[in-house]
């Protein structure tokens, strides 16, 4: 067989016996390692974005069987925290379909596997770098982990004393996404800073984030 590397796959989690796992019936093959795959479960409910969990968009030709019939979701959520290793044996392939639920072929006659888009993958493998650096603990180290399509504005920091708390382990923070915004909040020793990251033209994350550095007096 093939790798099934970045395919979606249908896995019985019912089997674990575990309720946290019974709302996945999906995965995303993150590594095909043989007899064994390392899968990443996602579903369509909504969840905040974090370390562990964020929105992948919609899945071009993965449908799902609800009660209202097939339907295609705009909105798939992956769950890092739930990747684990089943054997390739217990997993189904999922093929594509069209809007009315009919499986589509390739020019061979052969069912096309649902499959993730580059820009998807490449989305999955920078987010689960992130997740397996560690969950970010202070100001500084939220705003690095950011999407390397966000950038600070520098004139929304509440208080130019954050820039010489970023290292500074906050008591809790909290994150709001608006579109092309995201507005942090951190709360340490008791007061409240607030800043502001808006999409922009990015390079990559370690040009955006150099940049953070001299601004945070720690380059």
């Given at each position: 067989m093939a790798t099934l590397k970045g395919?979606?796959?249908?896995?019985?989690?019912?089997?674990?016996?575990?309720?946290?796992?019974?709302?996945?019936?999906?995965?995303?093959?993150l590594e095909d390692k043989g007899d064994m795959l390392t899968i990443l479960p996602f579903n369509n409910k909504f969840a905040k974005d974090s370390i562990s969990t964020f929105c992948l968009g919609k899945i071009d030709g993965f449908l799902e069987i609800r009660n209202e019939g097939f339907i295609e979701n705009a909105g798939q959520y992956v769950h890092f925290e739930k990747m684990m290793d089943v054997p390739k044996a217990d997993v189904h392939v999922v093929y594509k379909q069209d809007i009315n639920g009919g499986l589509v072929k390739d020019e061979n006659g052969e069912f096309i596997p649902v499959t993730l888009s580059d820009e998807q993958n490449a989305m999955i493998a920078e987010k689960h770098e992130l997740y397996e650096e560690g969950e970010a603990k202070t100001p500084l180290s939220v705003i690095f982990k950011a999407d390397k399509s966000f950038k600070l504005d520098y004139s929304s920091i509440s208080s130019k004393e954050l820039l010489e708390l970023g290292n500074t382990k906050f008591d809790r923070y909290r994150e709001f996404n608006f579109g092309d915004e995201k507005v942090l909040l951190f709360f340490i020793d008791g007061k409240r800073y607030s800043i502001i990251m808006r999409k922009g033209h990015t390079l990559s994350r370690e040009e955006r984030n150099s940049a953070l550095a001299v601004h945070f007096n720690i380059a």
């Open positions: 395919n979606i796959i249908q896995y019985n989690f019912l089997r674990m016996e575990d309720k946290d796992f019974y709302a996945f019936d999906y995965s995303i093959v």
